[in-house]
């Protein structure tokens, strides 16, 4: 579909109407062409300021997704850190439990080394509820970040919409309005024109009967003034006789 450009309704020209056809007032039509070209160049610089703010938009959620999938990849680091430190505690426990009875009499391990073992696994279960912790928190974090980015894009994009929708209705509802007015002041001019053309009909009429009737009397006064010579002109050919 074409695109109707400012360039397009400043430069766009018509044809005069034939005489006697009806036509549009060639000064009306340019005001309105005029304020056809202020609106659309106002409303493809606000279209243009709304693709703008939505790739704007558009650009924050990538960067909302990034930091999730970043935060994701910290939460898998800790994940691991603590599955390895699940593992170690584990490996500490079972060197801290007692040992099964051995026919020797020389015991497995020295009470310092349980007693090690017993502080290793303490500290892992510290680091194992420390890294549950911040996996919980970072899972939290990402999903808030992306919720209200999500929102804010959605937001903003609906806005937009509407902006957009409204100004167009805007738009189409005086372009509507100025048709009308124009066509109202068509039809009044037309009534105004038909007016006077009947008026100088009318007048027309009056004076072509004044001529015909000045013509009459022209012509009886002429016949009358000959007719009068006339008789002269016999009266003195029988005083001469």
Known sequence: MPTLTPADV??????????GKRGY???????????IEVELSRLIEENSDLQQRVSELTTELDEAQNSVAAAQQEVDAARSDAEAARAAAAKASVAASPAAPAPAPAASSTPGDVETNLKAAHILGMAQEMADRLTGDAHREADEMLS???????RMVTEA??????????????????????ERKHTEVMATINQQRSVLEGRIDQLRTFERQYRARLQDLLEGQLADLRGSNIGDSFSNN
């Open 10 to 19: 400043h430069n766009v020209g018509f044809s005069r109407p034939p005489i």
């Open 25 to 35: 007032n060639e000064e009306e039509v340019d005001q309105f062409l005029d304020l």
């Open 148 to 154: 209200s980015a999500r929102s804010e894009a959605d």
């Open 161 to 182: 919409n509407d902006t957009a929708d409204r100004r167009m209705n805007e738009t189409e509802a005086a372009i509507a309005h100025m048709e009308a007015e124009a």
